[in-house]
């Protein structure tokens, strides 16, 4: 084989890459907010600070998984994948009680494709905006050799401020604390190599239209957007102050796996499976075969955050995510015993305490 | 097919996952600066901002590139992957004047094995004490089907912080200042995907000696680690202060591709090729008959940072400099003219003038 004579025959085309950018440039710009400073195109985004009494920076950085793979295979989609970078990594810093500042991503590749680039990228925008977060940065890797063909990989990081007094770790946490737990529109972003191993074996599957699902595709149940709860979040954070004792994002792991990461020692959290799950979640399990502990490890199962509260706020909580938008149900509480999440049977959904 | 029964079988191995996290965890805290509050394991990392009278915070995303890949084949070296990602990072932030605060990593694979997991992390933890910077979150992601067999992908994010006041953008720069050029160890992280082309077309090119190398195999030459400016640079801004004009991290795009990006309006940057490139770059010229436009815009060419300073403080910076142990030589100036960047056939290394 002649070795290539440039970097271009190498599988590297650098100004194909930046003429990309530069179509991308004024979307990139349009999520500026007040505190940006300088342009696209530096060695490091930079945004002001906000004045602090004593502030505490929080950082999230994560991957949106191989929901990559539904938006190749289904052929559409990719702006929702942009959208959910954004959105995991603002519920990551929300739950900490941390406003969003700034963002930044990280598009792996093996060979940009400039429509699947400019979709990701206006998703990923459009979100920015509307969550008010600036996308200050970000690199697109071509690595043919260490991408599959056709494949991507979708990073974000997300950094926030917060005054360090108000900065939530579930310290507070105790037992006869209340669990909210606040829908969620699908499987978000994680859990997708054995949801495409179940649900999309054979081609076409992705565009089989399910009754379980209403008559919707597999793709269009699979690409439900990540749900950002951090608007409402910090709201709640914001009202209702120290009576909001924790909040956790559920992702990789599930309940048990993210409810016990802001459990004190003593606190024992006792979930009962009250709530109806998207339908998606019964069409994995059956044609899964898939186990109740295997789906609970795996899949959000519907709830996309759960927030914790003490008993007397529960119902004001409601009200307040209601207001928001966000679909909010007392799915159990902490008890004392050993630190843990327990996951127990049904039962119709449980009301909140009038306040 | 028989579709999996589990997370695990499909080919995510969470428990695998948190074994070997586990694993890492006291060397990641082994990274923490007094200002990290809180633990690993959170949603985000969290960090105290230091006391600034009007803050800003610069902020870096990239990759190691295809580097992973001659330390794949030549089974070793992800140590100096870990610390690339660092060093890459830190320099990127450090040419705006930031101290770095924190840093997130990201590893994308398709499989995680375990050895080459702890050596990537223990690289990037040694690098982040050396530095200064504490190793706040990450995310380690397994993506079969995304991700080639036996890749890996390595993302770091670098956050700093700068007086808004003491900030360098570029925009002092003008005719007259004069070009340094700080000594590069080799490739850093930069045009690997056409050096392997070049360099590692058959099984065993990796280990082989070269004379041209002083003997050393093309692995050791490739996996070099890429130098940290980051303290020598914050160094020079701290005690020259307004006589450094701006710093540009030379990486892809070489010094054309990157130097431009600090120059005002009316700016045109004259570099003359007056140092001796590591005989890496030799090699590569050669045995990929490369010409010297490609050679240009591919890589460093020897040259890692590229720092401007008024004339009349060039010796002091390049005293500095030696001090911090940074090779530094005049390569260039500023002149008045169309923005952009000119290389000119060498002539032996100039002298600052005295100050």
Sequence with gaps: M????????AGVDI????????????????????????????????VELPALEQGALVCSIDGVGTKTKVAAMAGRGWEVIGHDAVAHGLNDIAVQGARPLCFLDYLGTARLEPEVFAAVLAGMCEACRRYGVALIGGETAEMPGVYGEGELDVVGCAIGVVERSRLVSGQAVRPGDVLLGLQAEGLHTNGYTLARAVLLQQPGDVHRAEPLLGGRTRAEALLAPHRCYAPALLELFERLGGEITAAAHITGGGIPGNLVRVLPEGCRAVVR???????????????????????????????????????????????LLAARGERALVIGEITAGERGVELRAGGPPLAPASG
């Design 2 to 9: 002649t070795p290539p004579r440039s970097y271009r025959q």
């Design 15 to 46: 100004a194909a890459k930046e003429g990309m950018l530069a179509r991308v440039r004024e979307r990139i710009r349009s999520t500026f907010t007040p505190a940006v400073l300088g342009d696209v195109g530096h060695f490091g985004g930079v």
């Design 273 to 319: 499976r009250c709530w109806q799950p998207p339908p998606i979640f019964e069409l994995l399990r059956t044609l899964g075969e898939l186990d109740d502990d295997e789906m609970a490890r795996t899949f959000n199962l519907g709830i996309g955050m759960v927030v914790i509260v003490r008993p007397e706020a529960a119902a004001a909580a409601c009200e």
